[in-house]
């Protein structure tokens, strides 16, 4: 009998549930578990791109079409979970692009923001806004949502750099927006170092604000000064138990991350030092600069060396050791976070 009514039950169940669909409703409770979870489950995967890979893969995409023919010649970092979304973690987007000599990438802009962070430049350029920068190694330069930007190089050897840009969650309010300059390139009306000497020196003009909303007002932190910063502040401090020794690009006008919705922060592992595990509700991805570093998720141990690219998921534990002495570039979703008051993280002992 009970068996029966049961039976009975699921029958009527269903015959209930058939009439939902028709008019585009569901049942909350037979999902509730799935969309409401008691701790973050990503469904990205722990991934490392060596640079003895993909360097030679995006020379020979050089040799098959021109920067303008693509507009921008980008080897896709995809997830190996998510395979064919463009994505790198859920919410952020990556690729490694190369500009050969004598090469311009048009001038466009669109609504998500971008990082480019250097892997290699004798001199090539990024411009922005009516500014032009020259591009090093270790450099972090910044496109904010809706300013104009081209890049190129008039020098003699490639320039490649690895992109960060927040387009998914643009994409996820459906707010996205791109345009295209009628010129190749923007029209240079601005000295170089030119936002650098207006906001970068610890001072700032009166009455300022940043020409980029709530993005900060420089668009080049160059390694020059970013990498010297670091290692005094090394000198100078004791070591973070999970955090190492890190310092994070900043707005001089308001203190908040460089991006408002990509956190972006730079930390010297020196030679043997080995973090604490802890894990956050950021997806991050890391790129070593210079040394070598042992990179533990979830158990899961990865080696990466100078210009190696990871991936870390988001609330997976992760640990690292430097093999060598080691630089590190690290970006994350963390700012727009922060600013909607998801972000959380757990320091393990």
């Known amino acids: ?29 037979e999902v509730l578990k799935a969309i409401i979870l008691p701790t973050p489950k ?22 098959l079409l021109t920067a303008e023919e693509a507009e921008r010649r980008v080897l896709v970092l995809e997830n190996p979970a998510l395979p064919g979304q463009s994505k790198i973690t859920n919410s952020l987007y990556a690729g490694v692009q190369l500009i050969l000599p004598g090469e311009i990438a048009p001038a466009h802009r669109h609504t998500s923001s971008a990082l480019r962070f250097v892997l290699e430049s004798d001199g090539g350029y990024t411009s922005v806004a009516g ?4 591009m090093k190694r270790g450099d972090f330069i910044i496109t904010p949502n809706m300013g104009w930007h081209d890049h190129g190089q008039e020098q003699k050897s490639p320039v490649m750099w690895v992109d960060g840009l927040d387009l998914h969650m643009v994409n996820f309010f459906d707010s996205g927006f ?26 700032a003009p009166m009455n300022s604000q940043s020409p980029f909303g709530i993005t900060t007002p420089i668009f080049n932190y160059t ?7 670091l290692m005094g502040f090394t000198a100078g401090s004791e070591s973070d138990p999970h ?8 707005n001089p006008l308001t203190g908040d991350w460089a991006l408002p919705t990509i956190a972006t922060w730079l930390t010297h592992y020196p030679r043997g030092l080995e973090t604490k ?11 070593v600069v210079e040394g070598e570093i042992t990179l533990s998720v979830d158990g899961k141990i990865m080696s990466l060396g100078e210009s190696d690219i990871g991936v870390i998921p988001a609330w997976t534990t992760k640990q690292i050791r430097a093999s060598k002495d080691a630089i590190v570039f690290t970006f994350s979703d963390r700012s727009a976070q922060e600013k909607l008051g998801f972000y959380r993280e757990e320091r393990l002992k």
């Open 1 to 29: 009998m009970a068996r029966q009514a049961v039976q009975s039950s699921d029958a009527k169940r269903q015959a209930f549930y058939d009439k939902l669909a028709p008019q585009d409703l569901a049942p909350l409770w």
């Open 42 to 63: 990503s469904a990205c995967v722990p991934h490392v791109w060596r640079n003895q890979a993909y360097k030679p893969l995006l020379m020979e995409a050089g040799g």
């Open 131 to 134: 500014e032009r920068t020259t």
């Open 178 to 203: 791109m345009d295209h300059m009628n010129d190749k390139s923007q029209i240079i009306s601005k000295p170089e170092g030119d936002s650098h000497a207006r906001f970068g020196s610890g001072m």
């Open 223 to 229: 390694y020059a000064n970013s990498r010297p910063a």
């Open 243 to 250: 955090l190492a020794f890190t310092l994070r690009y900043t």
């Open 277 to 287: 595990p802890m894990r956050s509700t950021d997806g991050q991805v890391i790129i």
